[in-house]
Structures are given as structure tokens and as C-alpha cells.
């Protein structure tokens, strides 16, 4: 199976930046893609950034550039790096991977706890 564990989340006054890292762990034979997600209570969850094994990355219109999502093959982490953030950012950030365990089919629903991000003065 694939297990992923979100960290960084937390509280920050608008303006500030946060770090989100997501580890993928198990017995994974393939890791295709990864992705951010958010959602906030009464909303669909919502596409934040993706990035595919290759590293071709894809945001959101809202992200604006502020934020930008990386990747590292060694220990298949993944990281959102949120600058400039605001208060409309507040929401449970959630990590997504696309991926194939060994002995099993690949899916794209491989979902972590998620991690809150709270933007507040």
C-alpha cells in the first residue's frame, strides 16, 4: 500500500509563508504523479498544484505564483512552498499521489490526513 503523511501546516498572519512537506511511504512500485489539494468546510476540495514524475508542475489561477510545488525522488517527498499568503488560504491542505504499490494497480486516490493551514492577523 501507499501511505502519505502531510507536515508544515499552521498558523500565520496574511503576508507570511508556510512549508508543506508530504512523504509517500510503503511499498511503492511506481510514483507518477503527485498533487496539493484543499478544502475548506461546505466546499468541494480544490486542486492547489500538481507536478508529474518528470517534474512538469501545473497551479491553480488562485495560486498567483506565490506558491510552488517541488518534488524529491530520493525518500519520494513533496514539497508546497506558500508565499504571501492570505486569509482566503486557510483550509485543510491535503496530499494526493498517483501511484502503483507493489503487487497492485496503480490509483489515483492515495490521500493523506491532511495538514491545517490557518492564515489569520
Known amino acids: 500500500q501507499v501511505q502519505l503523511v502531510e507536515s508544515g501546516g499552521g498558523l500565520v498572519q496574511p503576508g507570511g509563508s508556510l512549508r508543506l512537506t508530504c512523504a509517500a511511504t510503503?511499498?511503492?512500485?511506481?510514483?507518477?504523479?503527485m498533487a496539493w489539494y484543499r478544502q475548506v468546510p461546505g466546499k468541494q476540495r480544490e486542486l492547489v498544484a500538481s507536478?508529474?514524475?518528470?517534474?512538469?508542475?501545473n497551479y491553480a489561477d488562485f495560486v498567483k505564483a506565490r506558491f510552488t510545488i517541488s518534488k524529491y525522488n530520493f525518500g519520494n517527498k513533496l514539497n508546497l512552498q506558500m508565499n504571501d499568503l492570505q486569509p482566503e488560504d486557510t483550509a485543510v491542505y491535503y496530499c494526493?499521489?498517483?501511484?502503483?504499490?507493489?503487487?497492485?494497480?496503480?490509483?489515483?486516490?492515495?490521500w493523506g490526513q491532511g495538514t491545517q493551514v490557518t492564515v489569520s492577523s
Open positions: 507536478i508529474t514524475s518528470a517534474g512538469v508542475s
Open positions: 494526493n499521489a498517483d501511484a502503483a504499490p507493489v503487487g497492485g494497480t496503480r490509483g489515483s486516490d492515495y
Open positions: 510503503g511499498r511503492i512500485r511506481s510514483l507518477y504523479s
